[in-house]
């Protein structure tokens, strides 16, 4: 799997940043035709860290219309999520950080978008091997199916393989968003 892992992410280091900008503006396309936005939502992005796709589209969409937007902030071994201001610092891994004291549990919010590793067409992801995603979102696997909030994992198609084998603790995925094909 580590293997797999550092195969993916240099895959996705190689992107030109010419490509990098246009897979960017379409991911924004691709999540604008399934993400159901409505107005009070709190939405959850990340910035992006070690070649991840860009969700900088989305993020300024959100902010064109007034969502609430929050990035992940470690806490301890999981993540709790902090309101986007002006103030950052770097966590342990250099990752920028709001300082908020708007602070929310995962259960909190009502959408959130993760950066992958890797995924499949069954929409198990490959995340970067901490497993602070997978302890933050472990409430969804004793959630109804339709239950708060969704979870969309945000990736380069380059990222795609043919089949993870998900482990009792991955964090399931509502959907996954390539500048080209969603997967439901």
């Given at each position: 799997m580590q293997t797999l892992?550092?195969?993916?992410?240099?895959?996705?280091?190689?992107?030109?940043?010419?490509?990098?900008e246009a897979f960017a503006r379409q991911l924004l396309q691709k999540v604008q035709q399934v993400v159901n936005f409505q107005e009070g939502q709190k939405i959850a992005l990340y910035l992006e860290n070690d070649g991840e796709i860009s969700p900088k589209h989305i993020q300024n969409f959100?902010?064109?219309?007034?969502?609430?937007?929050?990035?992940?902030i470690l806490d301890d071994k999981?993540?709790?999520?902090?309101?986007?201001?002006?103030?950052?610092?770097?966590?342990?891994f250099g990752i920028a950080e709001p300082t908020s004291t708007d602070?929310?549990?995962?259960?909190?919010?009502?959408?959130?978008?993760?950066?992958?590793?890797?995924?499949d067409t069954q929409k198990n992801r490959l995340g970067m091997g901490g497993g602070f995603y997978d302890r933050t979102l472990a409430f969804k696997k004793h959630q109804e199916h339709n239950a708060n909030p969704k979870i969309y994992g945000l990736a380069f198609d380059?990222?795609?393989?043919?089949?993870?084998?998900?482990?009792?603790?991955?964090?399931?995925?509502?959907?996954?968003?390539?500048?080209?094909i969603i997967y439901k």
């Open positions: 892992r550092q195969s993916l992410r240099n895959q996705r280091r190689t992107l030109s940043d010419h490509h990098r959100l902010e064109d219309n007034e969502f609430s937007i929050y990035l992940p999981s993540l709790k999520f902090a309101r986007i201001g002006d103030k950052f610092k770097n966590n342990k602070i929310l549990n995962a259960e909190q919010l009502d959408i959130i978008f993760m950066p992958l590793v890797g995924f380059c990222q795609k393989v043919e089949k993870l084998n998900a482990k009792p603790w991955d964090a399931p995925l509502d959907v996954v968003i390539t500048p080209t």
